[in-house]
Each structure stands twice: as C-alpha cells, then as structure tokens.
C-alpha cells in the first residue's frame, strides 16, 4: 500500500500565493507520473498540472503561467507553487502518485487540500 498526503492548501486573497506539497510513502516500487487535480461541486475532476519521473510537465491552460510544478525524486514529493491566485482556482486539490512495477501501474490519490481563494 502507498500513502499519499497533501499539505498546504488554505485561504489566500486574490493575488496571492500558496505551496502545495505531497509526499508518497509505504511500498512504493518506481513512481512514474505525478500530478495535482482539482475538484469542486458538481464539477467533474480535472487535471491542472503534472510532472514525469524525467521532469516532462504539462498544465491545464488555465494555470500556465501562474503554477509551478516539480517534484522531489529522493523524497518522492511533488509540489504546486501556485502564483497570482484568482476565486476560479478555488477547489480540493488531489495528489495522484502513479507506481510503477513492471508492466502494472497502480494509481495512488490523497485525501485532498482545499484551496480558497477570496476576491
């Protein structure tokens, strides 16, 4: 089993700015992808950024720009600095960890980090 935590999620006024991290622990064999999603009610969840064992990233459009992300491959954590935040960003934000053995692949999520964002 893989643990998956995120941490660093809050309210922020428009404008500003917040660090997301997320650390995977337990049986981990080889973490490929790993990325940030988001959701909010009555919305499906959506992709917003991730970032390849090789450092290879993509965005949703609607963040480029804005966030940042990278990841820590020695202490299997991936980040999200999030610059010049606006309410739109406002959702729980999940970490998704993808281990890799072989030929299987087993995806891992977080519990989720709310990100408030005020006007």
């Known amino acids: 089993q893989v643990h998956v935590v995120e941490s660093g999620g809050g309210l922020v006024q428009a404008g500003g700015s917040l660090r997301l991290s997320c650390v995977a622990s337990g049986r981990i064999f080889s973490i490929n992808d790993m990325g940030w999603y988001r959701q909010v009610p009555g919305k499906q969840r959506e992709l917003v950024a991730a970032i390849s064992s090789g450092g290879s990233r993509n965005y949703v459009d609607s963040v480029k720009g804005r966030f940042t992300i990278s990841r820590d491959n020695a202490k299997n954590t991936v980040y999200l600095q999030m610059n010049s935040l606006k309410p739109e960003d406002t959702a729980v934000y999940y970490c998704?960890?993808?281990?890799?053995?072989?030929?299987?692949?087993?995806?891992?999520w977080g519990q989720g980090t709310q990100v408030t964002v005020s006007s």
């Open positions: 998704n960890v993808r281990n890799v053995r072989g030929i299987d692949e087993y995806d891992y």
